[in-house]
């Protein structure tokens, strides 16, 4: 498996300008593998996919500084 931090390290990428995940049931693990491209990340859109998911990637990116919102079962956030 190739996180999003080695594809960003191989790109040269210094800036993510919106990211959309929809990975059926591991956002969250996702997540887990842009530690570093989430520094630089402004905006995110996640699909959620289980009961609670919502609630544990929202915590995971208010703690990285993202303002984060639910809307039925789609996950918006941006940088504050």
């Known amino acids: ?8 390290r191989d790109l040269g990428l210094l800036r993510i300008d919106f990211l959309k995940i929809d ?6 693990e996702v997540l887990r593998g842009t530690e570093e491209s989430l520094k630089v990340t402004r905006n995110i859109a996640m699909e959620l996919h289980y009961e609670g998911e919502g609630e544990e990637v929202k915590d995971y990116l208010e703690k990285r500084g993202f303002e984060v919102k639910v809307v039925g079962s789609v996950l918006y956030a941006s940088r504050r």
């Not at 498996?1 to 960003?8: A, K, Y």
Request: aromatic letters at 0%.
């Open 1 to 8: 498996m190739t996180t999003i931090d080695e594809v960003c």
């Open 23 to 28: 990975v059926e049931r591991a956002g969250l």
